[in-house]
């Protein structure tokens, strides 16, 4: 491959001669993402920053020089944005495109000549296509020149701008007669594949560092692809194949599912930490700079004592006066309709009306872990005092609610328990991480409940409780089931359907009937660390265990992090489609099977942190989209080539013909304005009244069996 590019790089040195994946402007003509050998020029990107906004934020850059200021908020995509980014108008090129500049048509055909003399090296299974930028400007308004031949085929195409056109106006049946004379051949030995793209939402922004995606100001992109056989380009809404295609921006602002999310990156960090101190000792860690909170330029830093302490005023009336939903849930009521309303009041009211889980919401905004303990142990202190009763949902088993039930009672040891509990941090960490870990398990299975059968949902969590069917086949065991009429529940939560939502401090049967009561038989290595006394007390037992197993937790993140990027997706869908829950529970079932499984792109929490972008690519119901399928695409593709049944008539020879209806110009600015008239009247033009009208690209490729080599 080297020989067949060296001698390119060698006589045409002021031109960039690359090797790389087909940049979007190729895809388009080629629908293959392999790689190419590229020719064309590059220029500095310009920036859309004015004199005055330099001028302006002149003095700002200094200071924040000065002050060695570690938010660069000047990199944010709503201040500063490259020329392809300019508007949230989607492009068709990417923002690295955005520099390729062309070379006139003669050199490059001289560039396609020199490549084409050394095909002879070449097998057809090594063979890479070149491919020349072109400038319209010449004539016949040539826009790509590609060379793709080999030891025994001279193949080239063209693509070249063929003006604008309304999408009534577009006659296939005369362009598939032209093809077909072109081949020699009758109009019914060619097969026309028409596809388009619709832009449901949003755009993407391609290669942007995280900070700089998690502020943009769309959250991913929703999109429809459509295919069908024919010669209009109007979809077939009901019989055409619809790929329902979107990509997301895990953690971006603007995404109501950050409520739990923000609960995953604090115990991917916690986790750590842990992690840490067991291998390496306490020392190893600094807990005044160890991270607890995933911080993110433009998020809203909350002041988390004041938090805590309305927690604590709130908790003293109402463990009193207020009623428990049932199932201790109050972001999923009877009356919740759709994710995003579900999401909101998580993000709004919390989940669940448990001190605990409460208290989480507060300790995992914490930035440091010296703040998450300090915390920690000024609400524990406050309880201890017995002026408050915390409310505990019955089915909350961590040992921090139970040490917050018996510290509420009253217990003689509360200080010394505090003392010894701020001096070992490993113990306050996983106290805390491990009423994170159930919560967020609870929350998404709640969650994604709405769409999956929940017992499916609790199974991923313990892998046991999973079978090898398909979801497509445990849904249809469940409905065979439920038909037959039989009294049939796989709703985890019916236990919390009875009237029995809470423990309350009012028993003082409390130690007697607890069988999972933490005592000093139990935990006698607890002497050691100095949290029990020597004396055997009925009254005096030990409020926290030994130490809590946190080896689960690494696979736990990581299903964490894939029922995430889920319910990432599920909501954009909703939102944007416009979807119900019936509609999308198939698509909850395909992403669940592609994202948790053993073959899942996602594997740890910190891969989503700092790769956020997420794309999904699937098959959809017409049906559930077809109010979209009603509108005009962004742009159309129609792929001519002949038949199989052409056998030997006609041109003896591989060849298509590929045009491309698009809204917007499918090359970057510096090739594209080069045509006429100029941009500004093109943009004038497709926008005319009410008829929208599509630029018209056209690629021609030719590929001949040769035996011997052809004379230049």
Not at 119 to 141: C, F, M, S, Y
Not at 383 to 403: H, Q, V, W
Not at 431 to 439: I, Y
Request: hydrophobic share 35%; proline share 5%.
């Amino acid at each position: 491959m080297d020989n067949l590019i060296k001698p390119l790089c060698q006589n045409y040195p002021k031109h960039c001669v690359l090797k790389q994946k087909s940049p979007s402007y190729v895809e388009m003509f080629t629908k293959s993402k392999r790689d190419i050998v590229l020719v064309c020029n590059k220029t500095k990107q310009a920036s859309i920053v004015s004199d005055n906004y330099t001028k302006n934020n002149r003095n700002e850059s200094e200071e924040l020089e000065l002050t060695g200021s570690p938010l660069k908020l000047d990199l944010s995509l709503h201040t500063i944005l490259d020329d392809t980014m300019i508007t949230d108008e989607p492009t068709l090129w990417s923002k690295e495109e955005g520099t390729h500049t062309p070379l006139n048509i003669e050199t490059a055909r001289e560039i396609a000549n020199l490549y084409n003399k050394n095909r002879d090296q070449v097998t057809t299974e090594d063979a890479i296509p070149l491919w020349v930028l072109t400038n319209p400007i010449e004539e016949g308004k040539p826009l790509l020149l590609t060379i793709q031949s080999d030891s025994t085929h001279f193949a080239r195409g063209l693509v070249t701008y063929e003006g604008s056109m309304n999408q009534d106006d577009v006659d296939l049946d005369l362009l598939t007669e032209e093809y077909a004379k072109q081949e020699g051949l009758s109009s019914d030995m060619i097969s026309t594949i028409i596809d388009c793209k619709y832009l449901i939402a949003g755009m993407s922004y391609g290669s942007h560092n995280t900070d700089e995606l998690v502020n943009a100001p769309h959250g991913g992109i929703t999109e429809l692809r459509c295919e069908w056989s024919g010669k209009s380009l109007h979809t077939p809404f009901i019989s055409c194949k619809v790929n329902f295609e979107q990509e997301v921006i895990v953690g971006h602002l603007a995404s109501p599912c950050n409520a739990i999310w923000r609960s995953v990156c604090a115990l991917h960090n916690m986790n750590q930490l842990l992690v840490d101190m067991t291998a390496a000792g306490l020392s190893s860690v600094n807990l005044e700079t160890a991270s607890i909170r995933h911080n993110v330029p433009g998020s809203k830093r909350p002041n988390n004592s004041k938090r805590v302490n309305e927690l604590l005023n709130e908790t003293e009336t109402y463990a009193y006066t207020a009623e428990c939903p049932t199932g201790g849930c109050i972001c999923v009521s009877e009356d919740t309709t759709t994710l995003r309303q579900c999401l909101n009041d998580m993000n709004t009211i919390g989940s669940s009306n448990d001190f605990t889980y409460k208290l989480w919401d507060i300790l995992r905004d914490c930035e440091t872990a010296e703040e998450l303990i300090t915390l920690l142990i000024q609400a524990l202190k406050f309880i201890s005092s017995g002026k408050i009763r915390p409310f505990i949902d019955a089915n909350n088993k961590t040992y921090l609610s139970k040490l917050v039930l018996k510290l509420s009672r009253g217990h003689s040891q509360a200080s010394k328990v505090l003392k010894n509990l701020r001096s070992s941090p490993p113990q306050a960490l996983s106290l805390v991480a491990q009423v994170g870990t159930e919560k967020t398990m609870w929350e998404y299975t709640r969650t994604m409940s709405l769409l999956e059968h929940s017992f499916f949902i609790a199974g991923i969590w313990n892998n046991d409780a999973r079978t090898h069917e398909s979801i497509e086949q445990i849904n249809q065991t469940i409905q065979d089931m439920t038909m037959s009429g039989g009294d049939f529940t796989l709703n985890p939560f019916e236990s919390l359907t009875s009237a029995e939502h809470s423990i309350r401090l009012d028993c003082e049967s409390f130690y007697e009937d607890d069988p999972n009561e933490l005592t000093v038989d139990d935990f006698a290595s607890l002497k050691k660390h100095g949290l029990v006394s020597e004396k055997k007390d009925v009254n005096e037992v030990p409020l926290i265990t030994d130490e809590i197993d946190i080896s689960p937790w690494k696979g736990l993140l990581m299903k964490f992090a894939q029922v995430h990027v889920c319910l990432e997706h599920l909501h954009r869908a909703e939102n944007c489609l416009r979807v119900d829950f019936a509609s999308l529970k198939p698509i909850a079932s395909r992403l669940l099977e592609h994202y948790v499984s053993e073959k899942s792109p996602i594997r740890t929490v910190g891969q989503l942190m700092s790769d956020p972008v997420q794309r999904i690519c699937m098959p959809i119901a017409n049906n559930i989209v077809q109010d979209h399928l009603k509108k005009p695409a962004f742009w159309y593709r129609v792929e001519m080539t002949r038949k199989e049944n052409a056998g030997t008539k006609g041109l003896q020879r591989d060849s298509k013909t590929v045009f491309v209806f698009s809204q917007q110009p499918v090359f970057p600015p510096a090739v594209w304005q080069n045509l006429e008239p100029p941009t500004e009247d093109l943009a004038e033009v497709t926008t005319m009244g009410e008829e929208l009208k599509y630029h018209i690209t056209k690629y021609v490729f030719i590929s001949n069996k040769i035996v011997n080599k052809l004379p230049f």
